[in-house]
């Protein structure tokens, strides 16, 4: 299975400001993706990141908020654009290098916005 | 039809008990099923995962029961062990290659195995 680092680990933001969050695979991936989880709550799929197009969002959210970058088959990051308390969770990345199953996931970024 | 029903949403074991959780799917376009483990400050790590063409997968105390008919399948952990103590998600999702398809989680089980 592919190995997930995602920095920051946690960060406390001011509310208006954007965060990055990076997240770096040990090896080259199929596919990556952006899911946020409340404390507590299962997971929701943000979006799919694209390798060299544009990322695929899920309902209830857009790229304006959400914008994401994939420049190759290992690295990708999800910035929080303008942010309020109402996006303080849990960010975690996910791959898999095998079209739909064998999904790894990184520690997540538990971001509080204040 | 995407949704995949977990239960319970909490248990508690004493140690060496088996624990159980189940769920069940709507969509049989699904085949693939695993279980996640995830533990407070950790990412969701997989656990197990079953294909509808077997009825049961064991590996080590964790088995994934498979029932294809009624669309349910179920994770138990045997001699559960207080180390088990975690929040366990099934999911599902379909990896013939028709189109993208996302992995669909359950709403999750806390499961706590007492000393």
């Known amino acids: 299975s592919a190995v997930i680092s995602q920095k920051p680990s946690r960060d406390i933001c001011q509310r208006g400001t954007s965060l990055t969050i990076q997240c770096q695979v040990d090896s080259q991936v199929t596919m990556m993706f952006w899911y946020r989880q409340q404390p507590g709550q299962s997971l929701t799929l943000i979006a799919t990141a694209n390798q060299g197009s544009e990322a695929t969002y899920e309902s209830g959210f857009v790229i304006d908020k959400f914008p994401i970058s994939r420049p190759n088959l290992t690295f990708s990051t999800l910035t929080v654009s303008n942010m309020s308390p109402e996006d303080s969770s849990i960010y975690l990345c996910?791959?898999?290098?095998?079209f739909g199953y064998g999904y790894t996931f990184g520690s997540g970024t538990r971001l509080t916005v204040v | 039809q995407q949704q995949v029903k977990q239960s319970p949403q909490s248990l508690i074991v004493q140690k060496g008990g088996i624990s159980i959780i189940n769920c069940a799917y709507e969509n049989t376009a699904f085949d693939y099923f695993p279980w996640y483990q995830q533990f407070p400050g950790k990412g969701p790590a997989l656990l197990i995962a079953?294909?509808?063409?077997?009825s049961e997968k064991k590996e080590g105390r964790f088995t994934i029961s498979f029932n294809k008919s009624a669309k349910q399948f179920s994770l138990h952990i045997m001699d559960s062990q207080p180390g088990d103590s975690a929040t366990y998600f099934c999911a599902a999702s379909r990896t013939r290659n028709t189109g993208f398809q996302k992995l669909v989680f359950g709403t999750g089980t806390r499961l706590l195995v007492s000393p």
């Open positions: 079953i294909r509808p063409d077997v």
């Open positions: 996910s791959a898999t290098r095998e």
